[in-house]
Every structure is written in C-alpha cells, then in structure tokens.
C-alpha cells in the first residue's frame, strides 16, 4: 500500500469513527495530515488528443499517427459508445483540393470511408468532372463519428456544434498536413462546423472566404442536389468547382465550361 493510500485510509477511517460516534470534530494526527500532504496525487493522464503532435515523418505518416489517436477519442462519449467505427477521411495526402462534409452517416459509419452513400457517389462524379480520380482529392467530415440516432431509428442526424467543437481540432490537423491550395466545404453544417457561424447557402456559396488562410470554397452539400433536382441549382455547385480549377491554376476545357451536373 502506498504511502499517500495509508494515509487516507487513517484519515476517512477518523471521519467515519466521528460519524458513527455523533462527533463535531474530526481529528488527525500530525503525522498523517503531514503524510497527505508530502505525497501530490497522480496526475490524470492527458486525453490522447492532446498528446504532443509529430512532426516528423511523410505526410502519409503523420496523418496516420493523427488517426491513430481518433481512433481511441472519447470525448463525445455519446458518440464513441455508438459508432462502429472512426471515419477519418481518405484520399492523397498531397492533394490539392480537400472536401469537407458535416459528418459520417450510417453508409460511412458501415464502411469507415466519408461520402460512401448516394450523395458520396454524385461527390465522386463532381470530382472526376473536374478531371480528377477521387483517389487524388482529400475527402474528410468535420466530425469523425456518426451522430448517434435514438434506439430503433435509421437515417442520420446534424451534428451538434458541441460535437463539431469537439472534433474540428482534429480535421485542422489534418489540413495542416495535406496543405490542399483550396478547402470545399459542403453544406451549411459543415460551414458552421469550421467557421462557427451558420449563414443561408445563398449568402455563402459561389464566392471566396478563407480557413487559417488556406481559400475557403463554400458550396451546397450533395445530398440537397439529390433532394433537389433542379437543373439551376446544379448548376450553382458546377460553377463553385469551376471557381475551384480557376483557383488551383488547373485548366477548364469548353466542354467543362458548359456543364451541367
Ligand atoms: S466525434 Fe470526434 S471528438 Fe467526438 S468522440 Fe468522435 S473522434 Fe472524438
């Protein structure tokens, strides 16, 4: 037994002979009170997240190291307990453009891929009209576990800002190391989630902000497409990837110009 535990035990074991006694004061020796106070308590162990980052090593190195420590996070309790699995983000840690959703959904909750669901593969169709393989972007969530849903019910929920506060350090990680030329992020959650603030798409879209001095893109979430099939609206989202190859100095063919999604 340690020295700090013997001294406890001495103390709690006086406070409960006073209690059980009908005392006022509790007594302790000298020596005890000495004992207690010599020893510090052990100090918590620092939550994984905030352990020292590497900087060392390739890109690919250092973001695995950053999803190892996702992996063990606990800090939305609610949402370790749920998840079946992190949902870390994927693609080329050289990229130039990364895209950025809210959160995993049940698709990518299943598959631990982000944007894996139907509104994943008209993601997958924007990037390769803009000439890449998916497998060149960077695709990640705000959030790297799925919101958990009430016992019996599918679909998916928002995150809450509480959840996104939470998390957001590890996405900024996870820029600082790919470094992309340009950040997208789609869809009002996920705008709320990296600024803070909530605005009306109208407002947001189709014009240029900026995240830790990377150019922000801001543009409708794939799902709102497939809720809403007017062509006009399709056409917005075409226009903020066209503001996108602009920016990335990647050449726009007449054909590219002209598209619909
Ligand atoms: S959402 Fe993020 S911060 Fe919350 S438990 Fe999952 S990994 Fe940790």
């Known amino acids: 037994m340690s020295e700090f535990q013997s001294a406890l035990d001495s103390v ?9 006694g009908g005392g006022r004061r509790p007594r302790a020796s000298r ?5 207690l106070l010599a020893v510090p308590p052990t100090p918590p162990a620092p939550p994984a997240r905030l352990l020292p980052q590497v900087q060392t090593g390739s890109k690919a190195e250092r973001l695995a190291e950053v999803r190892a420590r996702v992996a063990v996070c606990t800090l939305c309790a609610h949402l370790a307990e749920s998840r079946t699995q992190i949902v870390f983000g994927t693609g080329d840690p050289d990229a130039e453009i990364m895209f950025i959703g809210e959160a995993p959904g049940a698709d990518e909750d299943a598959q631990g891929e982000p944007f894996v669901g139907r509104a994943g593969q008209l993601l997958t169709k924007i990037i ?11 695709i990640a969530n705000v959030l790297k576990s799925r919101p ?6 599918s679909g998916n929920r928002p995150p809450t800002p509480v ?9 900024i990680e996870q820029i600082n190391i790919v470094q992309p030329k340009v950040l ?3 869809g009002a959650t996920a705008v709320e989630g990296l600024l803070g603030t909530r605005g009306t798409m109208r407002d947001l879209r189709g014009k240029w902000h900026s995240f830790n001095e990377t150019p922000l893109m801001i543009t409708y979430h794939p799902s709102y497409l497939l809720r809403n099939q007017s062509p006009s609206e399709k056409r917005k989202v075409w226009e903020d990837m066209l503001f996108v190859l602009e920016k990335i100095g990647r050449p726009i063919s007449e054909k590219q110009r002209g598209y619909f999604l």
């Open 148 to 153: 958990d849903m009430p016992a019996g019910t």
């Open 31 to 35: 020596t005890v009170l000495a004992a």
């Open 128 to 138: 390769e009209t803009m000439g890449f393989a998916r497998s060149e972007v960077y």
């Open 163 to 171: 959840e996104m506060k939470n998390c957001l350090p590890f996405l």
């Open 184 to 186: 997208v992020a789609l």
């Open 12 to 20: 709690l074991g006086t406070l409960e002979q006073i209690r059980a």
